[in-house]
């Protein structure tokens, strides 16, 4: 829980301080990467694949969500 708190207070502290028009978040799914694996094979070799949630947000889909300072 506190990791998620610290993203979100870096996350506000950036916007505060630059005043983006457009924020964009990214998951890398990629949680085993080959070029890793190439160099440790055993590099999370211990963890299991979870199937991805289904829902708003996690459909691999672009969302955008207009900024309120952008006039159209």
Same mark, same amino acid.
């Given at each position: 829980?506190?990791?998620?708190?610290?993203?979100? *207070?870096?996350? #506000?502290?950036?916007?505060? /301080?630059? $005043? %983006?028009? *457009?924020?964009? #978040?990214?998951?890398?799914? /990629?949680? $085993? %990467?080959?070029?890793?694996? #190439?160099?440790?094979?055993?590099?999370?070799?211990?963890?299991?694949?979870?199937?991805?949630?289904?829902?708003?947000?996690?459909?691999?889909?672009?969302?955008?969500?207009?900024?309120?300072?952008?006039?159209?």
């Amino acid at each position: 829980m506190n990791a998620v708190r610290g993203l979100l *207070d870096f996350i #506000a502290r950036l916007v505060q /301080d630059h $005043r %983006p028009d *457009d924020l964009v #978040a990214c998951m890398d799914f /990629d949680w $085993r %990467p080959a070029w890793r694996v #190439a160099l440790i094979p055993t590099y999370k070799a211990h963890r299991v694949a979870e199937e991805a949630p289904e829902g708003p947000g996690w459909t691999g889909r672009r969302c955008r969500t207009p900024s309120p300072r952008r006039s159209r």
